[in-house]
Structures are given as structure tokens and as C-alpha cells.
């Protein structure tokens, strides 16, 4: 059986400077395809990137797939993957075009594939 990761995503919004900040708070997984990623809501402060990287033992490894997102509420992301998903793998959210360097992420979560 296929399984679908699916991933409950928590935005707060900072009171005072009226700022959203980009969070990814809570993973919850389903079982049905592991080729696919479900990012569920997000609200971004600006539009941008989530990327899955391969994520075992503790190191990031290649990028397996990329859905953009748009400012303010996302309701669903869906993240095609190039392959199916073996290893834990770790979503970032970026603000903006550049998602080549993790180091830049506004945001990360490990996810654990069973």
C-alpha cells in the first residue's frame, strides 16, 4: 500500500507589527501513495517555496520535490516527488524564489516515513 505524508502546518501572526510568521508546528502522516507530500495549511508572510530534501540519518541529501506557495493562506500544498520516498525526508519553507540552499529556509520539519 502507497502512503501519503501528510503535514499539518501552524502559521502565527505576531500581534502589534501585524507580521506573519512562517511556521511548520505539527506532522501527521496517511496511509495511500509515498510519492506525494500534503502540506496543510500554511499561512506564508510572503509567496514562496516548499522544498522536500531526503533527509537519513541526520544529513541532508537531494532535493525530491518543490510546490510553490502563495502570501497569505495556503489551504493544501501537494508536493510531487521525483521518487518514491524510502527514508525520512525534511520539508523548508522558503520565502521568495530561492530554494537551493536549506540554509535559507524560514522554516523546517523533519518527517518520519514508516
Keep these: 500500500m502507497k502512503k501519503i505524508i501528510i503535514a499539518s502546518v501552524l502559521a502565527i501572526a505576531t500581534s502589534g507589527a501585524a507580521q506573519a510568521q ?12 509515498n510519492d506525494i507530500i500534503v502540506i496543510n495549511p500554511l499561512n506564508a508572510s510572503e509567496a514562496g517555496f516548499v522544498a522536500i530534501y531526503d533527509h537519513h540519518a ?9 510546490a510553490k506557495i502563495s502570501e497569505g493562506a495556503n489551504a493544501q500544498t501537494r508536493v510531487q516527488l521525483g521518487t518514491t520516498v524510502r527514508n525520512d525526508v525534511i520539508a523548508y519553507l522558503f520565502a521568495g524564489d ?17
Excluded at 512562517?22 to 501513495?33: H, N
Excluded at 541532508?60 to 520535490?65: A, K, M
Design 98 to 114: 530561492d530554494f537551493s540552499d536549506p540554509a535559507k529556509a524560514v522554516d523546517s520539519v523533519e518527517i518520519e516515513v514508516e
Design 58 to 66: 541526520g544529513q541532508v541529501g537531494e532535493l525530491l520535490g518543490v
Design 22 to 33: 512562517d511556521m511548520f508546528a505539527f506532522m501527521a502522516q496517511s496511509q495511500q501513495a
